[in-house]
């Protein structure tokens, strides 16, 4: 899966929990979910739940503290994907 | 200590026969029934399978939240409650704050037994089935019992005291009566009074393990609910919100509201279990005493009272009412005022019955009727010796009414009493 495939499905699935609709449009490897897209931070789990969801993994309490930005769930996710894989 | 007159400008209404004010309206004055049959009920072995929910599609429900609320909301006391309180506001002729500040002068009491006991069960079954981080962020917001009040400050930005109150099957009036308080002593320029109570088996159980609800009517479900009937086996359970909008006459005056009606006063109180009283039976004492101190606290005669918008339950009790109420206003059969119960229409609402029987009684006022008793053909002769049948209508009876006071009664032995005057431009 590549990192624009994984961007678009990210894309896909914050299109609820955002009102900053340029931002999204705009979404890259450098976007903050709270700072830029201005997500409510008790929603971040719910975020979460939905990339499991799409992705089929499982995101540990330690990886899903670390994903803030776009660049960091994308790693997140390609782990995951990559263990999955192995 | 300011000392405000307190005016209703605003009135929202989720209720068994009617989820608008003027299809709600129309509802009460013909008498028409929200209690149906309930398959669910059925399914699941209730003894009572009837029962009163408003009726909302999902196009109604999409104008109070957001999409990303309706994907995970599972609380019918929060829908209801909502509407009727974002449609009080709207009716009221105000407008939800700017996104910047809080509207200060505005806040809420608005009441709930339980919320959203449906998302409760469905969190317990997922934490039990090892599956705890599936609950997401929105097990909180809707089962804590002051989600209600929670979302409706969100809302419309409400800046002033948010609280949920929950006083059993007195919750509706009470909210009334603390949203009165709080704009009379001048520390809020209005407030949102209201209640609401969730729909369902898990709600509804209880009610039903106590055998306190009917059983004999799950074939003629618009039969079931029989207030002051002869035939007067049990309550059928109901559900729903109801909403007014409180204010300082003052600010109504000053922005030109439309006014319903002044809340002239009320008192709250208990029986403390002791004599009559219990958990689940009113002392009778605590009633009237409660029902006498509304008045007086109203400053008016018990003899200018022109209707009673009763508890009554359709249970054994409701001649006890009656009596309370004849003891408390010291009436002869004669010169009772008219009464009537709206639980022959709706159930008994639980939670919400209160806020939604308020509503009914505002319309009556303003609009000059009093509503039919409906199901009491066969006047219970414990209560026609007591008063004179012609107080019961069972009629719609369209006249100009000037006084009218409600009271709830609920498990714990509590009790609550408002009076409502008509308001005339003077």
Known sequence: MTEQHIIDELKTIIIP????????????????????????????VDIVLDIEEKFNITIDNDSMAKMLTVKATIDVIENKLQANAG | MNNNRVVITGLGICAPNGTTIPDFTEAIKNGSSGITHQPDLEALGFSCQIAAKPSLNEDRIAQYFTPLELRNLNSSGIIYGVIAALDAWKDAGLEKSNDDEPDWESGTVFGTGTSGIDKFRWAINKIDELEIRKLGSSVVVQTMASGVSAFICGKLGLGNRVITNSAACATGTESILLAYERVKSGQAKRMLAGSTSDSGPYIWGGFDAMKVCTFKHNNEPEKGSRPMSLTASGFVPGSGAGALVLESLNSALARNAKIYAEVLGGDANSGGQRGLGTMTAPNPLAV???IK?????????????DVINGHLTATSKDALEVENWKKALGSSADNFPYINSLKGMVGHCISAAGSIESVASILELHNGFIFPNVNCEDLNPEISSLINAKCIPQKLIEKPINILIKASFGFGDINACVIFKKYKND
């Open chain 1, 17 to 44: 929990y955002t009102e900053e609709k340029s931002a999204l449009e705009n979404i890259g490897a450098h976007t903050d979910f709270i700072k830029d897209l201005k997500i409510n931070s008790a929603n971040l």
């Open chain 2, 293 to 305: 101190q509304a008045i007086e606290n109203s400053r008016v005669g018990a003899d200018e009272i």
């Open chain 2, 288 to 290: 009237q005493r409660c």
